[in-house]
């Protein structure tokens, strides 16, 4: 559930001539000359804890379905006091910062430099001092981090995530990771790759966010089996 409010030098929001706002296959996508938008989560994905705002910026495409990001958070939010959590392809970092709100840290990899900006500027305006952005492809930024993750989240584009990554993903040996895809089709061969390195699937579900189409989106949870 999102409430809008317009943080710009004009004192309405144009949908459809103008442009200045338009919805487009489930997503939020601003046009034009930069209008900022600071999205109001009322619920915090269920967490019942401090509320979150999101800073959406011309653009940069949001989803909108957050009863998806719910599940997601809703699988890990119990553990995370204490932990250091990395959120990657974490986009404007919609999860980043709600992990950040119960995690230790909360670390998320973006390699669009407009979106970590944005997720920087968002975490500001929210007063998180315990969550980071890094500009830079997954698999160069594992390479060189030295913090190590307890919990990972990934929601890799379409392509889904080259072998490369997924094994460094893989490699940290973390109990729970949490996978986000818009892709079922590259989804199935990363998770193929996942159940060879000791974890099983404990839980999968599937969102029909786009309604008449062949696109669905799917959650999934990878916990690591114990010898």
Known sequence: RLHFWLHAKTSKVV??????????????ELGGDRVD?????DSLFGTGH???????????????????????IALLIDILEGKTV??????????????????????????????????CESAKLNGLDNCMFIIGDVDSVLSEIEERPDVII??????????????????????????ISCNPQTMAVNLKTALDFGYEISYMMAYDNFPMTKHVECLSLLSRQRS
Not at 37 to 41: C, D, E, G, I
Not at 86 to 114: N, P, R, S, W
Not at 154 to 177: F, T
């Open 86 to 119: 990395f959120d990657l392809y974490c986009g404007t970092g919609t999860i980043t910062q709600a992990m950040a709100l119960k995690a230790d840290k909360a670390i998320g990899v973006e390699i669009v430099k407009e979106a970590v900006e944005t997720a």
């Open 154 to 179: 990934v929601d890799p584009p379409r392509s889904g995530i080259v072998p490369k990554a997924m094994k460094q993903i893989l490699s940290y040996g973390v109990d729970q990771i949490v996978y």
């Open 50 to 72: 401090q509320q979150l705002g999101l800073l959406l910026a011309t653009h940069i495409l949001f989803n909108h379905g957050t009863y998806l990001l719910d599940a997601g």
């Open 15 to 28: 949908v459809a001539e103008g442009n200045t706002v338009e919805s487009v296959n489930g997503n939020i």
């Open 37 to 41: 938008v600071f999205a109001h989560l």
